[in-house]
């Protein structure tokens, strides 16, 4: 079962525009919802987060805004750079449970000069 | 920073071989987790650990033993590899829930694993 949902698979800005990655989830006791990147040949490193506790982080060019009632979440990539050219994943978990996170499908994102 | 070391890098194997994949972290990290990477499906938990001797089952644990004999090391191991299990295998470790750094994962560099 698909725990945390993201789209669009592949997304293609110019440089310079706002990239726009969406996500959602189902599970109500997901707490933690923290992106990653993955560039060509590397492993995942952890980007931007947020707690459910605001709806807005920002860190930079990167921002988090999140729903809680409709259980959805998109990272904003301002002014994109070819060099943010990469894979996004968004996941989620729970932080009073022995469990482990959720990752999304991934949305290849690709900045042209 | 967190240092997450995966062995081997890549590795070829026979259908209906025995195949070991291991981890290795550094920072007394209690989580331990196995994700596997295929295209269109992002990171898929196969198994994950949150103390020594003792491991869990995520979401698409078929085919798949693990094993954490200790903090530090947590293996995957596939007692009969089929060639569906050809995927990128990334280890991961995160300090225990809750604390400051609730749940960041840090990764290890992969392994591709061909099953041939």
């Known amino acids: 079962q698909q725990q945390v949902r993201q789209s669009p698979q592949s997304l293609t800005v110019w440089e310079g525009e706002t990239a726009i990655l969406n996500c959602s989830y189902e599970?109500?006791?997901?707490?933690?919802f923290p992106w990653y990147h993955q560039f060509p040949g590397e492993s995942p490193a952890l980007l931007i987060a947020?707690?459910?506790?605001?709806n807005k982080k920002e860190d930079g060019r990167f921002t988090i805004f999140f729903n809680k009632r409709e259980k959805k979440f998109s990272l904003h990539i301002a002014d994109s750079q070819p060099g943010d050219s990469a894979t996004y994943f968004c996941?989620?978990?729970?932080?009073?449970?022995?469990?482990?996170?959720?990752f999304g499908a991934g949305t290849k994102l690709s900045v042209k000069p | 920073e967190a240092a997450v070391t995966q062995s081997p890098r890549s590795k070829v194997a026979v259908t209906g071989g025995k195949v070991t994949l291991s981890c290795h972290q550094t920072?007394?990290?209690?989580?331990m987790y196995w994700y596997r990477q295929d295209t269109g499906h992002g990171l898929r938990l196969i198994h994950y650990?949150?103390?020594?001797?003792?491991?869990e089952k995520g979401d698409i644990p078929d085919g798949y033993k693990a094993s954490r004999p200790s903090q530090e090391n947590f293996s995957l191991i596939l007692e009969l590899a089929s060639l569906s299990q050809t995927a990128v295998y990334f280890c991961?470790?995160?300090?225990?829930?809750?604390?400051?750094?609730?749940?960041?994962?840090?990764f290890g560099a992969g392994t591709r694993l061909s099953v041939l």
């Open positions: 650990s949150y103390v020594a001797d003792s491991t």
């Open positions: 920072n007394n990290h209690d989580y």
């Open positions: 599970d109500s006791t997901f707490d933690y």
């Open positions: 996941a989620a978990s729970e932080g009073n449970n022995n469990n482990a996170p959720r």
């Open positions: 991961a470790s995160s300090d225990r829930l809750g604390g400051r750094y609730q749940n960041t994962l840090y």
């Open positions: 947020i707690r459910p506790v605001s």
